[in-house]
């Protein structure tokens, strides 16, 4: 169990470092917003052979923020697809700022469609198991699965879901493993993958509140009968 407590406050902690770095990238990205204004008063007051090298500074410095923000989403979110975004916008600025040759265009517009493959064949998605069944990466933040779902997970016991996984499993006095269910409320969560005791991905069901009692009441049934 002290194993399942220091996993957990190392996660909550790390998600407390993660959220202030991008509040800190918030910060950087607003006082770079100043910058833009200034540019437009330079960029008024340059002459017609300094206004095109001006402008292009302009966009290298307005791209670089949008990676910034890029950079802000992907450590919130924790998602493949906000990488590849963050890869996809990386590329671009690359190949509009510094792309001079023919060779450059054509190496840039390959890394593009590489990465459009790898988010259309490659990039993992949340499939649903069942209507109100979904399959998430254990680092996903419970609040976000509310957002997309709805589904009441207790925000109180984890900032992720495995973060909420381990917290069960604590107060269960029970190993995580591989095909391990807890129940919060109506919601059930089973690990559908884990290794070496490190939750990978996890199942959320909501309980049918009306087949758990069809199913109570036949087992009273049977259970009469017999």
Not at 65 to 91: D, K, P
Not at 168 to 189: K, M, Y
Request: glycine residues 6%; proline residues 1%; charged residues 25%.
């Amino acid at each position: 169990m002290k194993e399942f407590t220091i996993m957990k406050k190392l996660e909550e902690y790390t998600y407390v470092l993660e959220v202030i770095l991008a509040v800190l990238l918030a910060i950087g990205i607003a006082i770079g917003l100043i910058d833009i204004v200034k540019y437009f008063v330079v960029i008024l007051q340059a002459g017609t052979d300094e206004a095109y090298s001006i402008f292009k500074h302009f966009l290298a410095h307005t791209l670089l923020l949008v990676v910034g923000i890029e950079l802000m989403l992907m450590l919130l979110s924790h998602s493949t697809n906000a990488i590849l975004e963050l890869v996809l916008f990386v590329i671009a600025r690359k190949m509009l700022i510094y792309g001079e040759t023919m060779m450059d265009m054509v190496l840039g517009t390959l890394a593009i469609a590489g990465v459009f493959a790898i988010l259309k064949y490659l990039a993992p998605k949340k499939d649903f198991v069942a209507r109100d069944d979904r399959v998430y990466s254990a680092s996903t933040s419970v609040d976000k699965i509310h957002q997309d779902t709805g589904l009441d997970l207790p925000t109180n016991r984890g900032n992720t879901v495995g973060g909420l996984v381990c917290s069960l499993a604590e107060e269960a006095c029970v190993p995580v493993s591989q095909g391990s269910e807890f129940e919060s409320g109506d919601i059930r969560i089973k690990v559908v993958k884990a290794t070496d005791g490190v939750i990978e991905k996890v199942m959320i069901t909501k309980v049918d509140q009306n087949s758990e009692a069809e199913k109570d009441k036949e087992d009273t049934q049977t259970n009469w009968h017999y």
